[in-house]
């Protein structure tokens, strides 16, 4: 499967991106916890320069708790300030805030010795479509709408949001990059519902997905769905297996493989398979 998709707007964002950076004190990316490589885009890491970062893994409820720990290690390790989070929810949102202005600590010290006490951090939220950042702004600024005041470099239309006294936010429209350099990183956008549905076949989609969860979480599989899964087997035949056992048919009494992978890509994006993290920090190799 290639997966490539990278709309014209994108292009617009990124420069914007480029102009805003320099009006901000700090870049806080959210990232997919369940795929913490695939849903960073690793142009941020250039866009940024030598700006603060802060991680955001997000839907940290949906992802393998051990692993969740690894990764924020491995962040950390980075020299990056990490937070997980659950913007559904809320839970972990509060942290954010406090988690800005620690690693601003050495610069905020700074204003108050020149007299500027008063003076807000500002904070650009980034991150690839779907990886729920708009649900974690709203959660951070409380639902506000209005806008923090006029700052210098924003166009008409931008959107400050200030979160408290001390704190302002700039959000950004989603972005993607041009070129997916491993073929995987498109498939595990596509299994979290980062690229459009599509762009891709979702029966293949599902094959792979299937095939996945057999190798790392089978009990997940067996508890979800009844099956056996046997040495070898192929994710075609996981979802065919699974297409029986929900009662997935049609004419003759074949599985409805098409139906069967609509259901297994819904409830793998709705945490219904458990709490499942397909990528580990030593695949960044």
């Known amino acids: ?53 802060l991680i955001i ?7 393998d708790p051990v692993m969740n720990r690894r990764w924020t290690a491995h ?25 800005v202005k620690e690693a601003l600590r050495d610069k905020i010290e700074a204003w108050r010795a ?48 200030a979160v408290d006294s001390g704190l302002d936010l700039l959000d950004t429209p989603g972005i993607l990059w041009p070129k ?6 498109g498939l595990y956008l596509a299994f979290t519902g980062a690229v459009k549905a599509e762009v891709m076949d979702l029966e293949t989609l599902s094959h792979h997905l299937m095939a996945f969860l057999a190798e ?10 009844k ?6 087997a192929e994710g075609w035949e996981l979802v065919e297996a699974a297409a029986k056992k929900r009662g997935f048919l049609i004419a003759g009494g074949k599985p409805d493989v098409e139906r069967m992978s609509k ?9 219904k398979l458990g709490r499942v993290t397909l990528e580990a920090p030593e695949e960044l190799g």
Do not use: C
């Open 216 to 225: 790392r979480y089978p009990e997940a599989l067996q508890e979800r769905y």
């Open 1 to 53: 499967m290639n997966i490539q998709w990278y709309p014209g707007h994108m292009t617009k964002t990124r420069r914007q991106m480029e102009t805003d950076l320099k009006h901000v004190d700090i870049v806080a990316e959210v990232i997919d916890a369940r795929i913490p490589i695939s849903s960073r885009n690793p142009d941020i890491d250039a866009l940024a320069g030598g700006k603060p970062r």
């Open 114 to 161: 020149k007299g500027q006490v008063g003076r807000p951090v500002r904070a650009m939220v980034v991150g690839v479509p779907n990886v729920g950042k708009s649900t974690f702004i709203n959660q951070v600024a409380k639902r506000k709408s209005a806008k923090a005041g006029d700052k210098p470099g924003v166009t008409r239309g931008k959107q400050w949001v």
């Open 57 to 63: 893994l997000n839907r940290a409820d949906q992802s």
């Open 227 to 232: 099956i056996e899964l046997p040495a070898g």
């Open 263 to 271: 259901v297994l890509l819904d409830e793998f994006r709705g945490g």
């Open 180 to 185: 997916f350099e491993d073929q995987k990183t």
């Open 75 to 99: 962040f950390k390790s980075m020299g990056f300030a990490v937070v997980e989070t659950d913007a559904k929810t809320g839970r972990g949102v509060n942290q954010f805030s406090s988690a």
